[in-house]
């Protein structure tokens, strides 16, 4: 089973959910937790692995040889995120904004274009426990966190056996939560119950129905706020899996970096139900919806 904790909006809890359900599964089956919040990875502000195996995340970007360049400017022209400007004829490159598609470097008719390694992130496998782990680390200002999550996603066997892969996105509804949920068996959308987390959570769930993914709720938080991510989740037959109490103990817990199923085992009990039906939903979907 591989699902992904989204969330529409940041701070709504939803690296707690992803590590408290890890901590939880643990003793039933083997377990991967993947930080593909690449912008901000912070699980292991919660779990401190042990990093067994880093690897650069690496792409390429053009590198111009300015003897075969004549200034026609056609990379500049081609390029869609202004990553080559044309100054007094000659073309200078913003790596930064690069996407690495490579088109410029098959538009240049002199073929003074040749592509350069750059480093984008940085993925590290490891260990918790029995979990195991990986976090990864966009480089500051790359677009390219789809990458990095991808990268993330391909140190660990995705679909294999009787385990459960955990996969924490990055909160949003961008390129990079696409490439964190694409493919996988469920999306559990974690929100809190004020008009904030109602907006969040609305465009989430379109994000969700768009990738086919069958999807539920948490609230966290549950008591502040008000009841219109209740009645949004009813008029819009989305199923409510959990809900997470506002209590300051537990806001205690998580501004320590505490694990809350260890101090409040009474949440694991909630936990282990939460992956019950997270397991109900994505089987069902399986049957109705039969992958391709
Ligand atoms: S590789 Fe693509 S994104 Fe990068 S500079 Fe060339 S055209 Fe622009
Ligand atoms: S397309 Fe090639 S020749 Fe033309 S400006 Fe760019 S690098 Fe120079």
Redesign the pocket.
């Known amino acids: 089973m591989l699902i992904t904790i989204a969330s529409g909006k940041g701070g709504t809890g939803k690296t707690t959910v992803a590590v408290n359900l890890a901590l939880t599964l643990k003793e039933l089956l083997p377990v991967v937790l993947l930080d593909c919040d690449v912008e901000e990875p912070n699980v292991h502000l919660f779990l401190q692995p042990v990093v067994n195996e880093s690897e650069k995340v690496m792409t390429t970007?053009?590198k111009i040889d300015g003897n075969k360049c004549d200034g026609c400017g056609k990379?500049s022209e081609?390029?869609?995120?202004n990553?080559?400007a044309i100054v007094k004829g000659k073309p200078i490159?913003f790596p930064e904004l690069?996407?690495?598609?490579?088109?410029?470097?098959l538009v240049c008719p002199t073929g003074a274009i040749t592509e350069t390694p750059r480093q984008i992130g940085l993925v590290e496998k490891g260990t918790w426990s029995v979990i195991k782990t990986a976090k990864g680390t966009l480089k500051i200002g790359s677009p390219l966190a789809p990458m990095v999550v991808d990268a993330v996603r391909n140190t660990a066997p995705l679909h294999h056996g009787d385990q459960a892969v955990i996969i924490d996105a990055s909160p949003g509804t961008s390129c990079a939560v696409v490439a964190a949920a694409k493919d996988t068996d469920f999306c559990l959308l974690v929100t809190e119950p004020t008009p904030f987390g109602l907006n969040d959570l609305t465009l989430a769930v379109e994000l969700a129905k768009k990738l086919g993914l069958p999807h539920g709720v948490v609230i966290n938080r549950a008591g502040l706020g008000d009841h219109s991510v209740y009645d949004y989740c009813h008029e819009a037959d989305i199923p409510i899996l959990m809900e997470i109490p506002f209590d300051t103990k537990y806001a205690a817990c998580y501004a320590r970096g505490g694990r809350l199923v260890e101090e409040f085992p009474d949440l694991s009990d909630r936990f282990l139900k939460l992956w019950d039906v997270i397991q109900h939903h994505a089987k069902r979907h399986q049957r109705e919806e039969p992958k391709t």
């Open positions: 970007v053009p990379c081609f390029c869609a995120f990553a080559i490159t690069c996407h690495s598609c490579r088109g410029c470097t």
